[in-house]
C-alpha cells in the first residue's frame, strides 16, 4: 500500500499499489499502464531537466502504457510521436506535445 498526506485533506489516504510501477526509478526506468499523457509527462519531468510539455490539451487524456528510461525525454518523446496521433517539437530546453492533425 501507498501513503499519502496531505494539508488539503485530512487523515491519510491510502491506496493500493503495483510496487513495480511504483518503484521503478530505483532500476532506472518509468513503467506506465494505462496512464493519462498529462500523468506520464509529469512523471518524466521528474526525472530530465530537459522539460516536455503539453502543446494541445486534447491529448493530455491519451492512455499510455509501457517501460521508459528515466531522463530520456527525447526517447520518451519519439516513442510518443510513434506510437499515437502526437508531434514532438524539439527546442533547446524543451519538447512541446501537440495532437498531429495528419495521423487522427
Known amino acids: 500500500q ?3 498526506f496531505s494539508e488539503n ?6 491506496r493500493n499499489v503495483d510496487v513495480d510501477l511504483v518503484m521503478g526509478w530505483l532500476k532506472g ?3 506506465f499502464r494505462e496512464t493519462t499523457l498529462a500523468d506520464a509527462v509529469a512523471e518524466a ?3 530530465s531537466g530537459r ?9 493530455s487524456s491519451i492512455l499510455v502504457s509501457g517501460t521508459f528510461r528515466t531522463g530520456d525525454t527525447d526517447g520518451f518523446a ?5 506510437a499515437f496521433p502526437v508531434e514532438a517539437r ?3 530546453d524543451e519538447i512541446v506535445l501537440l495532437a498531429d ?3 487522427r
Open 90 to 92: 524539439f527546442n533547446d
Open 78 to 82: 519519439m516513442a510518443l510521436a510513434a
Open 29 to 31: 526506468r518509468m513503467e
Open 51 to 59: 522539460r516536455l510539455r503539453i502543446g494541445s490539451p486534447n491529448i
Open 2 to 4: 501507498q501513503a499519502a
Open 9 to 14: 485533506v485530512s487523515g491519510i489516504v491510502r
Open 101 to 103: 492533425a495528419s495521423r
Open 45 to 47: 519531468n521528474r526525472y
